[in-house]
């Protein structure tokens, strides 16, 4: 391993994750999380809302991503953005509520993965760890500094295994984790292994001067297959970890699924008072012939009408309102959905204010969109 130089911390005595008390040390990596794609495949809720800051149990995605970030000690965190970023500096300001530090780098014009991380950090010393801005996840992130550090990386890529690889980036390491080939969307018959790119990379800062400023660069097609030609020690990071890219509508619920679950290791817990298995926001108006069946979250200001019926896996957004008799099961309705009387919901995701009508069938599958009207 080369020296380090003089000033710098040094990485092999300080692997850069918290102390006991959670606190960053020195040599802490800070953080870009990219999020400036425009969240195509979960339209049309993202006409809507950015997919950063989608909710999942009536909570801006990123949260979970800054809460894992901080419980690593990592609370210096540059959000690469491009695409509607003042609703998204509106949802999470300057990080202050959660106790981590956030600024914003814009691109004027969307400058890829790679170029977006150029954007956002300096090809200083230290290390920055990269954060697609759509998956959710528990790895322990401090084992993966000490996995790079003792293995002598400069970049490393937390890997996962997946059923189908064809959406993701195929990722081929040899008995020693190093990285061999990287094939991003690989067709059919290029796929070897099911091992994936699991969208959190470490890199040493030194390894961002090989992307040009101000251009458009991709980290999958350009910069990863860059650090192979080069030689650059170059690791995958295979954990035991909860993993979910959320970018689908059926993915963006099944993370809820599996947050209500229990299935994903979080410090973040929906709003309100939990009795049994049910989050329950303030001025909560139900019928006492309503039944709510957790495990289920129900935001502020809502309304059941007698004889509703909200079954397992349910979320409420603030303000919604169910009309009498109506069944929900695995339904995720945003802010102010109301729903008439007789209605059956099941396994889908409705946008905020939409109204569905008196007896309608909604799923499984289905997704509405922002101020629709189903009758
Ligand atoms: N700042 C910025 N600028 N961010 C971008 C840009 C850009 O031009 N383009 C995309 N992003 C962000 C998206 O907002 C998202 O958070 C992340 O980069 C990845 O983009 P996706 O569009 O979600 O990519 P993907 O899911 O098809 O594939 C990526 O993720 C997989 C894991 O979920 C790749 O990294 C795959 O290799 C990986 O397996
Ligand atoms: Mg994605």
């Known amino acids: 391993m080369p020296g380090v130089p003089e000033g710098l911390p040094d ?12 606190r960053a040390l020195d040599s802490a990596p800070t953080a870009v999380i990219l999020a400036g794609g425009q969240g195509t495949r979960l339209r049309p809720l993202t006409l809507a809302r950015p997919k950063p800051i989608v909710p999942l149990l009536n909570v801006p995605f990123l949260h979970y991503q800054l809460a894992l970030l901080r419980q690593h000690g990592i609370r210096d965190i540059v959000l690469a953005c491009s695409y509607r970023v003042e609703s998204i500096r509106a949802q999470l300001g300057d990080g202050r509520d959660l106790g981590v530090r956030l600024r914003y780098a814009v691109e004027a014009e969307p400058l890829g993965t790679a170029g977006g991380v150029r954007n956002a950090a300096e090809p200083t010393g230290g290390r920055v760890v990269v954060l697609n801005g759509d998956v959710l996840t528990d790895v322990d992130l401090s084992q993966m500094v000490q996995s790079h550090v003792a293995r002598g990386a400069q970049a490393s890529i937390y890997l996962t295994p997946v059923e189908d690889p064809t959406p993701y980036g195929l990722v081929e390491t040899d008995a020693d984790g190093r990285i061999l080939r990287f094939v991003e969307k690989p067709s059919r018959e290029a796929i070897t292994t099911n091992t994936i790119n699991a969208g959190i990379y470490l890199l040493n800062r030194e390894l ?10 991709s980290m999958e097609r350009d910069f990863f297959p860059g650090l192979l030609a080069r030689r650059i020690p170059f690791f995958g990071f295979v954990a035991r970890a909860y993993w979910l890219d959320i970018g689908s509508p059926e993915q963006y619920r099944q993370a809820q699924v599996d947050l209500l679950n229990g299935a994903v290791a979080t410090r973040l817990t929906p709003r309100g008072t939990r009795s049994d298995n049910v989050w329950v926001g303030e001025t909560v108006a139900m019928a006492s012939s309503a039944v709510v069946s957790g495990p289920a979250v129900l935001g502020s200001g809502i309304t059941l009408e007698p004889e509703v019926s909200v ?3 349910t979320v409420l957004g603030d303000g919604v309102s169910i009309g009498r008799g109506s069944r929900l099961e695995g339904a995720i309705l945003w802010d102010h959905v109301q729903v008439g009387e007789a209605a059956v919901l099941r396994e889908c995701v409705v946008g905020s204010r939409a109204l569905i009508g008196k007896g309608a069938r909604v799923g499984p599958g289905a997704v ?4 629709e009207v189903v009758p």
């Open 11 to 22: 990485p092999r005595r300080h692997p850069g994750h918290a102390d006991q008390r959670g």
């Open 208 to 217: 961002l001067d090989l992307i040009p400023r101000g251009q458009v660069v």
């Open 311 to 313: 079954g397992p896996f």
């Open 368 to 371: 509405v969109s922002e101020n």
